[in-house]
């Protein structure tokens, strides 16, 4: 009865740690990365995408139209990776493009950029200088199925 009664006890303290909400919280915060710092960035991320992607001159990327530096700094990064990029969302008949999302936040005095396509996300941290921004860490690669 002891036994019984030790596991119920220690199954209701267990179940308390449990939690049934599968939301992931961050606190990240959006940052606008402007200039030097956008331009390294983005360079950056477009050249390991074109590392991780595939052939350049046989795939389309799609990307949302934004105003932002960082977002005109990484379209100009990934045309001239070769590229075809097409920002206005008016797509042909015959293209098939890849869409490509990213991010980029701010984090401890850090910027966090990601890049990623239905196969492949791309992640790292910067520190952003004066003349730019450096990598603050080795490059995150998530690969899906």
């Known amino acids: 009865?002891?036994?019984?009664?030790?596991a119920i006890i220690?199954?209701?303290f267990l179940s308390g740690c449990q939690t049934a909400d599968e939301t992931l919280t961050?606190?990240?915060t959006p940052i606008a990365v402007t200039g030097?710092?956008?331009s390294a960035i983005a360079?950056?991320?477009?050249?390991?995408?074109a590392e991780q992607a595939g052939p350049a001159g046989t795939t389309t990327l799609k990307i949302d139209k934004d105003t932002s530096e960082y977002a005109a700094a990484l379209e100009a990064a990934l045309k001239g990776w070769g590229y075809t990029v097409i920002a206005d969302g008016k797509i042909g008949k015959d293209q098939k493009p890849v869409e490509v999302a990213w991010s980029i936040d701010s984090f401890d005095g850090q910027v966090l950029a990601r890049i990623s396509t239905p196969a492949i996300a791309l992640g790292?941290?910067?520190t952003a200088t004066s003349v730019g921004a450096t990598p603050a860490s080795p490059?995150?690669?998530m690969q899906r199925n």
Request: glycine fraction near 4%; hydrophobic fraction near 45%; proline fraction near 0%.
């Open 124 to 126: 790292r941290a910067y």
């Open 43 to 49: 360079g950056d991320m477009a050249s390991r995408l």
């Open 36 to 38: 030097a710092t956008a």
């Open 26 to 28: 961050t606190s990240s």
């Open 10 to 12: 220690m199954t209701t």
């Open 139 to 141: 490059l995150s690669i």
């Open 1 to 6: 009865m002891r036994k019984i009664l030790a």
